[in-house]
């Protein structure tokens, strides 16, 4: 091998060395977004609904063709998100060179309390009446966080939380998990308003009053707290 051969060799080894060390130094990069109540229709590999979003100061929304992993979208709520954006290395024909993945929802705001004719389910509310009979002296309480689909409250001697999920006017809900107090006088009471949540169908919400049904009637009213 001569001289020449042996210096142009080590150059191209260099160049491919410096290449792969460029796209191993690629680290992720946290970003700050605030994503529109809207989705609107766009085209990608197919029609889609897209997500708009903007860096924080920005007055233009942009079309975000991608998805977020972690983050529940729901409409009629705007949305500021602590993000984590992750280079991907050698993404297939058509995909994303960058992945997505939520850190934390910094706020949420709901901007419209009716999307498209259904009410968004959501806030805090005091029952007044469970299955017919007056409940409000032991202020059980349900309390919806719509964007993360959960509900936390007062259930007579003990705190609980769920899961939630809304479709229309239907409702499911998970098994409640609860505190571990026992107080006799309202074990009745709790048991009887837990079970809401296994039996409920769908509800109505007007004028802040919040009807729960099963599947022909009425379970539940509660007021909202303002």
Not at 53 to 64: A, P, S, V
Request: with cysteine; charged share 25%; glycine share 4%.
């Amino acid at each position: 091998m001569t001289i020449r051969t042996l210096f142009a060799a080590l150059f191209l080894l260099s160049v491919i060395s410096c290449k792969t060390t460029d796209r191993s130094i690629k680290t992720p990069e946290i970003l700050f977004w605030e994503v529109a109540s809207l989705k609107v229709p766009c085209e990608g590999v197919s029609p889609q609904q897209c997500l708009q979003i903007r860096k924080q100061g920005e007055t233009d929304w942009t079309l975000f063709y991608d998805s977020i992993d972690g983050f529940l979208y729901m409409e009629g709520y705007e949305y500021t998100l602590k993000i984590e954006a992750i280079p991907v290395l050698d993404p297939a024909i058509d995909a994303s060179s960058v992945s997505y993945r939520l850190i934390t929802i910094v706020s949420q705001r709901n901007v419209s309390q009716v999307v498209n004719g259904v009410p968004l389910l959501d806030g805090d509310f005091e029952v007044s009446t469970l299955n017919g009979k007056d409940v409000s002296a032991h202020h059980l309480t349900i309390s919806i966080d719509a964007p993360r689909q959960k509900i936390t409250g007062f259930s007579g001697c003990n705190r609980y939380n769920l899961s939630l999920r809304q479709k229309g006017f239907q409702l499911r809900f998970s098994q409640a998990a609860t505190t571990k107090m026992y107080c006799e006088e309202t074990a009745s009471l709790e048991k009887e308003f837990l079970i809401t949540y296994i039996q409920g169908d769908h509800f109505s919400l007007e004028d802040d009053i919040l009807k729960i049904f099963d599947v022909d009637n009425q379970i539940l009213e509660a007021r909202r707290i303002k």
